[in-house]
């Protein structure tokens, strides 16, 4: 009798095993160049790692009233970074860049593109938007 159950006892074994394989989610590497990023995430990335070293590692005078807050991986699908005062870390920004879902656009808005550096920040956000890493646009 013991006999007869071990195959029924495999079988059901077997059966468990593929159908917990089944529930088994895998990777979506659709529209993300295989890398698991969406193309905002990826965009945002460069952008956010030349706006760093353009604007705050070189010390560039014009941003030191400013500290950067990085928010590119946040959940909502909308990769940002925030230029904030220097003095009030928590306060409102004076500048947003994010791009959305699977755009490699960037949209940049707050008042600090009202001032004379709007100008800049906006030739230096296409730049890095297209892959050009330089904090010149003579460069």
Known sequence: MQFREMPLASALLLACAVALAACQSKPSNTSSGGSG???????????????????FESKDKAFQAYRFANELNSMSSQPRFLLVPAKNFGGLPALVVQARGNSSQVEAFGPLLSEPLG????????????????????A
Do not use: F, Y
């Open 37 to 55: 990023k969406s193309a905002a995430l990826r965009t945002m990335e460069q952008v956010a790692i030349a706006a760093h070293k353009c604007w």
């Open 119 to 138: 100008a800049r920040i906006s030739a230096d956000l296409e730049r890095w938007r297209t892959g050009n890493p330089s904090c010149s646009a003579a």
